[in-house]
């Protein structure tokens, strides 16, 4: 599981770096080194955990490449991915609802283009759910990539289906 979410940072990054975003920021005029910032909503255990040990794990396969990570609780996430995306600066690398939510980043012209790295690379995009990339689309373009899936159920009692 924890290979899956290192290869999704690491392909949204090679996306990022392919696309030539010019939110990067280098660490030092001769190091040569890209600092990218990575804005999530998982600050508590275990996931907090998980990211500081994905981000580590990318780092070390990448010395080019430094990742600075912030993450707040998800209410506070809701407000201040709004407020970050509205800067000089927004995070290169974050998360987001689907639907509405992402679809007014994706109007404000706050999301990159992901179409080409779908087309570019089948053996990846295949094993995804159209389900799930739909939300995340927009005018004939995908914006985002799902990282999980979660399901809502609710049953109903046989008495109540009775009547």
Not at 37 to 61: G, I, M, Q, T
Not at 72 to 84: A, F, G, Q
Request: with cysteine.
């Amino acid at each position: 599981m924890k290979k899956r979410y290192v290869f999704l940072i690491a392909a949204i990054i090679g996306m990022l770096l392919a696309s030539g975003c010019s939110g990067f920021q280098s660490s030092g005029a001769d190091s040569g080194k890209i600092t990218l910032k990575l804005f999530h909503r998982w600050p508590k255990e275990p996931e907090k955990s998980f990211f500081e040990e994905a981000v580590k794990e990318f780092e070390d396969s990448h010395p080019d490449i430094s990742i600075q990570t912030e993450a707040v609780l998800n209410d506070s996430y809701k407000d201040k991915i709004k407020v970050m995306l509205g800067t000089s600066q927004p995070p290169d690398i974050y998360f987001s609802w689907s639907d509405e939510f992402a679809k007014k980043i994706i109007r404000g012209g706050r999301a990159l283009d992901l179409t080409s790295y779908y087309q570019d690379d089948q053996t990846w995009s295949s094993q995804l759910l159209t389900s799930q990339i739909e939300p995340f689309s927009d005018g004939g373009k995908t914006y985002g990539v799902p990282w999980q899936m979660a399901s809502k159920e609710f049953f109903i009692t046989e008495t109540f289906s009775k009547n």
